[in-house]
Every structure is written in structure tokens, then in C-alpha cells.
């Protein structure tokens, strides 16, 4: 008979206890017992004489009753259980625990197995304990069963392997694993498995290893879980128990085999070279495996109408390692994972974890086609189940191969679709993930269609990734350059405040790229203006393209919309409400003035009113936009000849041009420049073997490059176009272009790092990220250190959101100051997030290129 707290009280160990005898009190003794807790809630003191009754009936229990000492921990738990206020049950733990140490201290009287059980429940309850951990030694010692039984407990629950006490028990759980009794073995097996330490590992792992031959399947079973310990704690070990382990698939015994293959996936995980052995036993497991979805009703291993789904689950974990790149091992097994797969019974929880397993090792293995096929079916069934547990793991798996399985994926595109209408976040986020990395060519507008929707009802902190997929998406995958922009203007009218940053500027080269699109999209803005100025990047488009093309707006003429008659003073109202609403930010006032000044050379009735706008900014509190406001004032008073020109329409810009990224990578190959012209025509030059070290950056070649001898300089002559030509010249020289090395390329990240010689002792560094996988890279995150000689200085980076997919790129300037002119080293520590999972790396650069001392790089991870 087992006994368990089971009150609402947080239990730090689920530890079960001795049990103890039903024997019930008096009702004089429940009476003392009752007036002794009823004082204690109230704060009171009981009479003298009142407590010395109640002290003299509880001495009195364990000579003068019947009564057995287990009662007495019953009856301490009942008496604890009883207490109305913390305050109460302390003073009944600290009167207990006095009376423990008092019983440890007796010696060797028969109850200090009965003070420990009760130190063990005080324990459960989050008291301190540690002054049992000696008693613990004591009673492991003893010839008593009862007392050996509760010493291993107590040790178990006591004692970790970071306390100097546990190296006192090794000897005695080296006696006991040779004892005649199977159960005093099964104690030393256990305490060892769950407390054992590193040195006591290697002391007895002989032993462990004799016991794994024993002919007792229920010391065998413990003996298999006790390696599995001394596996994890010393690796090394591993050879000692190789060749028991693949014996003991031969065992019929369920749970000695359950052990057998946790012993051998261990194996196989701690130490790679051991997968070559254990791939000869795939026949064996693949008979265990049939025998196990072929045989008959067994209620002792029965689950659900599965026989024994927990052996099933680590025999397909174990194929999966041994089937990992290995077509003879995959070729074995393809047969059982199809058998599995179309004869399993998915209704019930056990039933499902079998097939997941199942597809799991489906994909990870060399698997034919056609059985890949049925994985994901498999899969597609899981989102129509009722549990959403099950519903998100589906999703997660095939979130995994829809890049690899992108058309069998398809097929459920519709179900994945209605995952997004759930009520549970997480398997929202899951289904919205996938359903972006769904996207292609031919469902782009039916995609897109449910991903507007969802954006409008989806949580607040799904809002950015959802804007961010849309827009990757259609930067991809838009039909025509209308329907790309009409797109970016939904999600910017649904979700303005949750983009990122570089969408207004992406944008903005989009419009300015779809000329023909110019009227259509001015007027588009203006009604979004009109409506909503709560936006803010939909806000700082919309000045933007009044300012540039606010003349198409006046005039109303437009053929792809239904054209609303604007004057100029309504365009001038909407800036200026812009301008003085509270909810625009410093960077939205600033477009709207832009805006209202562009607008000076576009209309011709309101150049006094922008004129009066403009100066009434020249005092603003706001530096920015006060810098702007004077220079505004400046071109209508002194340069008002030059304003025409100033404020004539952007031209279109390129997106790889410099200067304009926007986050996104540049799509060009770095070509190998030639001789810069400045040497070829006589103007100074530094050395030839500085430019081609500088070329030598990338590490190419391992031949080094022979310097070529230096031009023949010409003296500059003493006039001053003279001097500005050879100013030129220098300027020519030294804008050799710059070349990257990338220092770090893992799971999608990829980092690249580019010098640039600003000084003797100067050298600015950029450190570039980009991302080629299918989810954005969250919480980015950069570190560097330098030798102690040297000093640094980091500047801010772009953002710590990197788009997937190579959409966009984060870069951080790095200011190293050299006096010394040591060679170079650093250390560059990266942390960022994919998918929620966080990484952390560092990467360590041995030396810098040519631009920093002449060192050839050398990169090496850590």
C-alpha cells in the first residue's frame, strides 16, 4: 500500500512514501490533537496542563500503545494538513524536525527509519532537510531491508552528485549490486541511475556491465536503464556495453527490451562510429517491429487497441538513426514504415504518436517516393483531428519538408488555410508560417486573398510576420506591378504601425519604378489620407507621392480609377492636418513638410500659404524638422531662382543603387577590378602590392600575387587645377572597391565581413547578415571583442529582424583604432532566433585582410 500528499499544496519531490497502518485514534487523543490545532490557528497557548497531556499521550504511543511509529507520520500528516496558516504549519515543522534530530542522535533504536520517512515528507513540502543526508549513509549500511529501502529513498531525494556525501555510498551500492536478494540489487540500481556521478560511474560500471548478463529480466531491465545514466554521464563508456547491448534485442521480456533500445539509441547518438555495428541489427528490429503490429490482443502491453505504443515509438526513433543517409538500412526498412503507416489506427492519442514517429522517420530516411507521399497524407489527416496538439505538430512537420515535398504539401493547401481561422496562437503562427512558405506563382492571388483576411482579424503579434510574409511574398510572386502595389496599400491600410521600417522606402521605389502607375497611385494615397492618417508608413507614402506627383492629383485626370476633383487648397488642408496631428511622428511631419514644399512648385495659387506653413516650422521644438523649415525658408528668400530646380520630381531609382538598399541584398557578383586608371596616367599612387592584397581579400588563390613596379609619378605643377586634378587623382586611387568575405554560413545565416583603411592606425569594419531560409531571423544580435592592445568601437545596427529568403540584409559598423599596428584578431559572437528557436554562436577571425595590415584572413569557429 502506497501513500501520496495529494493536497494542494506544491510538492517538490513526487516521492511515494512507506505506507502506514489505518489505526485509528481515540477520541481522547483526536480531542488533544484538535484543541492543540485550534489554540495554534488562534494564536493561543494551551494550559500547562492541557499541553503537557497532550505532550505525555504523544510519548506515550510508541512504548505504552499498540500503536506502530508509522502512525506517527500519519498522524504528523495529518496534523499538518490541519494547520490553518503558514505561520502555524512552520512551528509544527520545526517541533517535528526537533524531535528527528533528537531520534538521529539516540543512535541505533529502532526509529530512525521511521524519523527519516517523516524528515522525507517534510522535505516533499520545501523544508530544509540536509541534516538527513548522513542518516541516509547510515541506514543504506544497515542489513535491514525496511531501513536499506528507506536510506536509498532518502539518498535519491537528499543527496545530488555535487555533495561530498554521495561518494560515501559508493561502496555500499557496490555491495548491494552483488547481494543475493534481487530487490536490495533493484535498490542500488535505481539510486545509482538517478544520483549517480561521474567517478561513481567509472567505479561501477563493471558491474552495471556483469548485471546486463544476468539471467533475471527484472535486474537486467534496471541494469539496461542504469548504462543508459553512465552513458550520458561518461561517454566513453559506451564500448563497455556495445556488445550486451545488441544481445538483448534477443530478449522476449517487454521492458528489458524497452531498455535495449534506449541503451542502443544512446549509443548510437553519444558515439557515431558505433552506427555501423547496430546497422547490421535493422532486420532484427524491423521482425520486432512486425511482430509487434502483427500480434494478438495483449491487455498487459494494450494501449488504446496498440500493442505496446511506447516500444513501437523507440524502435521507429531507432531505425531513424540508423537509417539516416544509408540506403542498404533504409532499403530494409521501407516495407515495415509502409505497414505501419496504413494499418495503424490514428483515432487514438497512442495510435497517433506511433504514425507521427512513423513519418518522421519516413523523412529523415532514404525513402522512395511513393512512401514519402503517403507521409505527408498522413500528415494532412492530422490537421483534420479535433486535438490541436495534434493539429500544431502536423503543421510543424510539414513546415519541415514543404521545401523538399513542396507539391505533396499543396494537396492540403485548403485545410492548412482554415488552421489560420483557430482559436489557439500557436497553431495561428504555424498555420500562417506555412501557409507563406505555400505561396508560389500560380496561387498567388487566391493565397494572398486569405492571408488580407487573416491580417485583419489575426492578433496584434501576428500582425509584423503576417505584413512581412505578404510582403516577401509578393515582391516574389506579383503579377503585374498594380496589383504589387495595390497589395502593399491593403496591408498598410490594415496594419500600417506593424511593418517594419524599410517598407516606406520600398515602396516608394516601387511607385517611382511604375511610371504608368503614377496618376492611379497619387490618388489612391490621397483617399487613404483623407480616411486615415492613424498609418503612419501608409502616411509617409502618401506625402511622399503628393509632393512628387501632387500636380497629377489636380488635375483629376486618371484613367484606372474613378478620379475625385481635388483643389488645392483640400491638398494643403490634408498636409497640414498631418502636420498638426498629434499621432504623427517626427519622421511623418517631416515627409508632410517635404511634401508641402515639392507642392510650392507644382501649384501656382498657394505659394504664399505653403510659404507661411513652411516659416511657422522654423521655431519647431523638434530639431529635424526644424533644420528643414529654415532651409525650406532659405530657398524662397535667397535661392528662390533655385527652388524650381531643387524641388523638380525624383528620378527613378534603382534598388541596388548605392545608398538606396532598403534591406535587401544586392544581387551582383563582386568582380575583380582592374588597375585603377589614376596609376596608368601618371597621378601618385600608392604601392601595386597594397591594391592587390586588397584584391586578395576573398582568399581566392592560395599564389600570391607578384607586386607589379611602381608607375612613373609626374609632379604636379604649381597651379591650383593643377592641385585639384591630383586631389582627384588620389580620390580615384584610393576608391578601389571594397571586397567581402563571409566568416560565418549556418543554418540560413550568413555573415560576411568587409574592411575599409581609413588611416594608419584606423579600420572600419561592416559586418553584413543576410538570410537565405523560409522564415524571417528575429532578435539578431552582434558582439564583438578585440585584444586588449587594440580599441573598439561599435556602432548601432540597421535592425534585428533579417527578411528570409535573401530579401534584405542587417549591417553594423565596427571602429577599430590600432596605435600599435598589431596584427589584427577579433571575435564575433552572433544570437538570434529562427522559428523560435534561439542559436547563439561565435566565430573567431585569426587575421584581417590586406586593407588591415597586410594578413591574409583566416577564420576559424568556435
Known amino acids: 500500500m502506497l501513500l501520496q500528499r495529494k493536497d494542494i499544496r506544491t510538492v517538490k519531490h513526487p516521492v511515494w512514501l512507506p505506507a502506514v497502518t489505518s489505526e485509528v485514534l481515540t477520541v481522547e487523543e483526536r480531542t488533544g490533537i484538535g484543541e492543540w490545532n485550534y489554540r495554534a490557528a488562534e494564536g493561543k497557548t494551551m494550559s500547562p496542563e492541557s499541553d503537557a497531556a497532550w505532550k505525555r499521550r504523544r510519548s506515550e504511543r510508541g512504548t505504552d500503545t499498540i500503536m506502530t511509529p508509522s502512525v506517527r507520520l500519519q498522524e504528523m500528516i495529518r496534523v499538518i494538513r490541519s494547520a490553518r496558516t503558514q505561520c502555524e504549519e512552520r512551528g509544527i515543522i520545526q517541533r517535528e524536525c526537533a524531535d528527528i534530530r533528537a531520534q538521529f542522535r539516540q543512535g541505533d533504536n529502532g526509529e530512525r527509519s521511521h524519523s527519516l520517512a517523516k524528515l522525507l515528507y517534510v522535505h516533499m513540502l520545501g523544508y530544509p532537510a540536509h541534516f538527513g543526508q548522513m542518516e541516509c549513509v547510515r541506514l543504506i549500511a544497515s542489513t535491514r531491508y525496511s531501513e536499506k529501502r528507506i536510506g536509498y529513498l532518502g539518498a535519491m531525494m537528499l543527496l545530488d552528485e555535487k555533495q561530498d556525501a554521495s561518494l560515501l555510498i559508493t561502496n555500499s551500492i557496490k555491495n548491494d549490486l552483488s547481494h543475493s536478494s534481487q530487490f536490495v540489487q533493484s535498490l542500488a540500481l535505481c539510486t545509482l541511475a538517478c544520483m549517480g556521478s561521474a567517478e561513481m560511474c567509472r567505479d561501477l560500471a563493471p558491474e ?16 539496461t536503464l542504469c548504462a543508459v545514466h553512465i552513458i550520458r554521464k561518461v561517454p566513453e563508456l559506451g564500448e563497455l556495453f556495445t556488445p550486451s547491448a545488441r544481445s538483448l534485442l534477443c530478449e522476449k521480456n517487454h521492458g528489458v527490451l524497452h531498455g535495449a533500445i534506449v541503451l542502443i539509441t544512446e549509443l548510437c547518438e553519444r558515439n557515431p562510429d558505433t552506427l555501423g555495428q547496430f546497422r547490421k541489427a535493422v532486420p532484427e528490429l524491423v521482425q520486432i517491429m512486425k511482430g509487434l503490429v502483427t500480434s494478438s490482443y495483449s491487455p498487459e502491453h494494450n494501449v488504446a487497441g496498440i500493442s505496446d505504443p511506447f516500444l513501437q ?45 512513423t513519418v518522421l522517420t519516413i523523412m529523415d530516411i532514404n525513402s522512395e517516393s511513393g512512401l514519402r507521399v503517403l507521409a505527408v497524407n498522413i500528415l494532412g489527416r492530422f490537421l483534420l483531428n479535433n486535438d490541436r496538439n495534434i493539429r500544431y505538430i502536423s503543421m510543424t512537420s510539414l513546415q519541415k519538408i514543404v521545401q523538399t515535398d513542396h507539391n505533396a504539401v499543396q494537396r492540403h493547401r485548403g485545410t492548412i488555410v482554415d488552421c489560420l481561422k483557430d482559436q489557439d496562437s500557436s497553431v495561428k503562427r504555424r498555420a500562417l508560417e506555412l501557409s507563406l512558405a505555400l505561396v508560389s506563382a500560380v496561387n498567388i492571388r487566391s493565397m494572398m486573398k486569405e492571408l488580407l483576411i487573416f491580417l485583419s482579424t489575426c492578433p496584434p503579434e501576428l500582425r509584423s510576420h503576417t505584413a512581412s510574409g505578404i510582403f516577401n511574398a509578393a515582391e516574389r510572386y506579383s503579377p503585374s506591378k498594380r496589383w504589387h502595389i495595390d497589395t502593399i ?49 501608409l502616411v509617409q507614402v502618401a506625402c511622399w507621392c503628393i509632393g512628387e506627383y501632387g500636380d497629377m492629383l489636380l488635375k483629376g485626370e486618371c484613367e484606372e480609377i474613378t478620379p475625385v476633383q481635388v483643389t488645392e487648397d483640400d491638398v494643403l488642408d490634408a498636409l497640414k492636418t498631418v502636420l498638426q496631428s498629434h499621432m504623427s511622428s517626427p519622421a511623418t511631419r517631416g515627409f508632410a513638410l517635404t511634401a508641402t514644399m515639392k507642392l510650392s512648385t507644382r501649384i501656382t495659387e498657394n505659394v504664399d500659404r505653403i510659404r507661411s506653413i513652411v516659416s511657422i ?130 543554418n540560413g545565416v550568413s555573415l560576411k565581413l568587409q574592411c575599409d583603411k581609413q ?80 542559436f547563439q554562436d561565435t566565430v573567431q577571425i585569426d587575421s584581417f585582410p590586406s586593407t588591415a595590415w597586410n594578413c591574409q584572413p583566416s577564420i576559424s569557429p568556435l
Open 759 to 838: 588611416t594608419e592606425t584606423d579600420v572600419t569594419v561592416t559586418l553584413i547578415a543576410s538570410n537565405s531560409s523560409q522564415s524571417d531571423i528575429t532578435n539578431f544580435t552582434l558582439q564583438a571583442a578585440v585584444p586588449k592592445s587594440v580599441q573598439l568601437q561599435m556602432k548601432a545596427p540597421s535592425g534585428n529582424v533579417i527578411p528570409a529568403q535573401g530579401l534584405g540584409e542587417v549591417t553594423q559598423t565596427v571602429l577599430l583604432n590600432n596605435p600599435n599596428k598589431v596584427s589584427l584578431k577579433m571575435r564575433v559572437r552572433m544570437s538570434y532566433s529562427n522559428q523560435g528557436t534561439m
Open 313 to 357: 515509438v523507440r524502435i521507429l526513433r531507432l531505425l531513424r538513426i540508423l537509417g539516416h543517409k544509408n540506403d542498404t538500412a533504409s532499403d530494409a526498412m521501407n516495407d515495415l514504415l509502409a505497414q505501419v503507416a496504413t494499418n495503424t489506427d490514428s483515432s487514438k492519442t497512442a495510435g497517433s504518436a506511433v504514425l507521427y514517429e
Open 617 to 746: 516650422y522654423g521655431s519647431c521644438i523638434d530639431l529635424e524638422l526644424q533644420q528643414r523649415a529654415v532651409e525650406y525658408n532659405a530657398l524662397f528668400k535667397k535661392y528662390d531662382h533655385m527652388r524650381a530646380a531643387v524641388l523638380e520630381r525624383m528620378p527613378v531609382m534603382d534598388k541596388n543603387s548605392p545608398g538606396h538598399t532598403n534591406g535587401d541584398t544586392f544581387a551582383e557578383t563582386i568582380k575583380e577590378p582592374d588597375l585603377p586608371k589614376s596609376a596608368e596616367e601618371g597621378f601618385p599612387s600608392e604601392p601595386a602590392s597594397q591594391v592587390y592584397d586588397l584584391l586578395g581579400l576573398l582568399g581566392a588563390t592560395d599564389t600570391p600575387l607578384q607586386p607589379s613596379p611602381a608607375p612613373i609619378c609626374t609632379p604636379p605643377t604649381s597651379t591650383s587645377s593643377a592641385d585639384i586634378l591630383d586631389l582627384l587623382g588620389e580620390l580615384e586611387l584610393t576608391s578601389v572597391p571594397k571586397s567581402t568575405v563571409t566568416v560565418y554560413e549556418k
Open 208 to 223: 552495471i556491465e556483469r548485471l546486463l548478463r544476468a539471467s533475471n529480466s527484472y535486474i537486467k531491465k534496471k541494469a
Open 489 to 537: 496599400l491593403h496591408v498598410l491600410t490594415t496594419a500600417g504601425g506593424d511593418v517594419r521600417d524599410e517598407t516606406v522606402p520600398n515602396l516608394i521605389q516601387l511607385i517611382t519604378t511604375a511610371s504608368e502607375l503614377h496618376c492611379y497611385t497619387v490618388h489612391k494615397l490621397y483617399r487613404a489620407l483623407v480616411k486615415d492618417i492613424s498609418q503612419q508608413s
